[in-house]
T-cell receptor
Framework: DAGVIQSPRHEVTEMGQEVTLRCKPI?????LFWYRQTMMRGLELLIY????????DSGMPEDRFSAKMPNASFSTLKIQPSEPRDSAVYFC???????????????FGPGTRLTVL | AQTVTQSQPEMSVQEAETVTLSCTYD???????LFWYKQPPSRQMILVIR??????QNATENRFSVNFQKAAKSFSLKISDSQLGDTAMYFC???????????FGKGTKLTVNP
């Protein structure tokens, strides 16, 4: 089975440009997560969705960041305008939230390395 | 709020030997799950092992096992018969019951030497 798919794997852009990161979760999973990883701050949860609905976006750094999940098989994370401090690895993860336990293991995609010049 | 602490930024071990990575966490919940993830140089985050807090038995996955001390809020990872492919960053993580928000530690960089 295919795991979580992210594109692009690498993105280099200039300050002020719009950046869109894409994620396809594992088929059948109903929760999707966006994380950011930097040396300084480690792994941070930005936002997560359950059944395509945003549940917690308290980790989104500022209004320049937005995320959507138009259907169960696709999500985007957009940064507009981008800044050098947004340079990081962005991970998407998915899981199957089970009613009995309320959670399950999160499976991560390969990440997108973003560099903003 | 939950916190996860990994006190060993870096560790090294000789191939075929055993190494233990430390993790402590702080939560006021009784129902929570603990995880160890591995991140090799490829950057991929790979689940190594998980432990449900309500289970007293320590989880084991082949060469990987945990020492879960609930009262001490300690969750260490033991890697037996270390292999070169075990070289990676290892992250400890916790999620409380009723939530899906994983809280990660800062990671331990493990190097397995030939």
């Amino acid at each position: 089975d295919a795991g979580v798919i992210q594109s692009p794997r690498h993105e280099v852009t200039e300050m002020g440009q719009e950046v869109t990161l894409r994620c396809k979760p594992i088929s059948g999973h109903n929760s999707l997560f966006w994380y950011r990883q930097t040396m300084m701050r480690g792994l941070e949860l930005l936002i997560y969705f359950n059944n395509n609905v945003p549940i917690d976006d308290s980790g989104m750094p500022e209004d320049r960041f937005s995320a959507k999940m138009p259907n169960a098989s696709f999500s985007t994370l957009k940064i507009q305008p981008s800044e050098p401090r947004d340079s990081a690895v962005y991970f998407c993860a998915s899981s199957l939230k089970q009613e009995a336990s309320g959670r399950d293991t999160q499976y991560f995609g390969p990440g997108t390395r973003l560099t903003v010049l | 709020a939950q916190t996860v602490t990994q006190s060993q930024p870096e560790m090294s071990v000789q191939e075929a030997e055993t190494v233990t990575l430390s993790c402590t966490y702080d939560t006021s919940e009784n129902n929570y799950y603990l995880f160890w993830y591995k991140q090799p140089p490829s950057r991929q985050m790979i689940l190594v092992i998980r432990q449900e807090a309500y289970k007293q038995q320590n989880a084991t996955e082949n060469r990987f096992s945990v020492n879960f001390q609930k009262a001490a809020k300690s969750f260490s990872l033991k890697i037996s018969d270390s292999q070169l492919g075990d070289t990676a960053m290892y992250f400890c993580a916790c999620v409380r019951g009723g939530s899906e928000k994983l809280v990660f530690g800062k990671g331990t960089k493990l190097t397995v030497n030939p």
